[in-house]
């Protein structure tokens, strides 16, 4: 009787700390998870906003490249018209040129514009997504240590 009596307490007391064990090992293998997602998610996040970064760049280099053949060729025509052609059909030209380089540069502005707007986006899109992963990463972490504070508690 005595034999029962002192068995089947320690067998509680050793299914209750086993369990106990097996929460707190899948808490901790959450949060390691949970911390590697997070950490893959932030480098695949700066790569993607260093590239589109790059994109950025060398969309306005060539927008620049663009205008500065526009008014190259613009210049170059100017000056045949004005050898050839008397001054009256000059003026027209050159305010034809003027309408045409200006539509240029607006067209290439509003290009810039709108690569620089989706940049500002897709970085908007993808520090949302690490916030909310970073803060699942924290309540995962709480949780595991509350786990671990009520299993040492009940022991």
Sequence with gaps: MVVVVVIVPVVLVVHVLVVVVVVIVVVVVV??????VVVVVVVVAVAVV???AVVVIVVVVVAVLVVVLVVV????VVVVVVVVVEAVVVEVVVVL???VVAVVVVVLVVVVVVVVAEVVVEAVVVLVVVVVLAVLAVVVVVVAV???VVAVVVI
Excluded: D, G
């Excluded at 949060?31 to 590697?36: K, L, P, S, T």
């Excluded at 060729?73 to 170059?76: D, E, L, M, N, R």
């Design 50 to 52: 260093v590239l589109v």
């Design 146 to 148: 509350v786990v671990v």
């Design 97 to 99: 040129v003027v309408v």
């Design 73 to 76: 060729v613009v210049v170059v």
């Design 31 to 36: 949060a390691v998870v949970i911390v590697v």
